[in-house]
Structures are given as C-alpha cells and as structure tokens.
C-alpha cells in the first residue's frame, strides 16, 4: 500500500507562547478528526511532527494515523526561530522515511509539508537554502 507522507513543521519559538500554539494543538486535533472519518486517509496516511525553535527535533516519528497519538505541544518560554534548521531536519526525516518506488514496485505518495509560523527565520541564510532544496525535490 501506497503511504502518503504528512510532515506538520511547527514553530516553537517563545512568541508562539500562549494563543498561537494553542490554535495550532486545536487545528492539529480537528485535522485528525476529520482525516480519520475518512477511509481513504486512515488506509495512506502517515504523519509526523518536527518542532523547532533553538534547535529541530522529530516531535513525533512518522506514524500512520490509525496508530497516532498526538500531545498538545508545549512552547518553552523564550527561544528563536531557526526554520532553516527545521527544513534540514525534515529533508533528513523524509530521506529516511519515504519510500521511493522500486523497479515494479511503486513508492510512497509525494510528501506533504505543512509549516507552521508566526515569525522570520532566525538563520535565514540556512533557510534560503533548505528552501531551494526543498523546491529541487518536488515536496508537495
């Protein structure tokens, strides 16, 4: 079967304290809700989720939804926001993770990314280039 690849990239700088990552926990819950009520998605989808602020980290490893178990993400009280380090994270996951079609074999379904920001990029010379990487490899 066929995957299809969800990435959720979400900022976790401090001024996405309070409202802002509140909305997202909310918006992250109501998508789950509404892609499980559909057969087609609990069949192929898979989701994961990096968080980033300072640092990246893979929040979540990619799982497929029927076995997802998502926790409110929690923003520390103050830190930046390094989006070019989240998009290198992510290539790296999807590296790892997607499967690419094989011979006979057809691979993984074209990733989603979806990032989630209220800010500019705090490295924003490493996230001109993730972005110019991203684009060469036809991320959905």
Not at 47 to 66: G, Q, V
């Amino acid at each position: 079967m066929r995957r299809l690849p969800v990435y959720l990239v979400i900022d976790t700088s401090g001024s996405m304290r309070g409202e802002s990552i509140h909305s997202v926990n909310v918006g992250i819950q109501a998508m789950l809700s509404a892609l499980r009520q559909d057969p087609y998605a609990l069949e192929s989808v898979h989701i994961s989720i990096i968080t980033y602020d300072n640092e990246a980290r893979e929040f979540i490893p990619l799982t497929p939804l029927e076995d997802f178990q998502f926790s409110d993400i929690v923003v520390p009280s103050a830190g930046g926001t390094f989006t070019g380090a989240a998009l290198e994270c992510l290539m790296q996951c999807v590296e790892r993770d997607v499967r690419r079609s094989d011979g006979d074999t057809k691979g993984d379904w074209r990733p989603l990314v979806f990032l989630m920001t209220d800010g500019t990029p705090s490295d924003a010379l490493a996230y001109g280039e993730a972005v110019k990487a991203i684009r060469g490899r036809g991320f959905g």
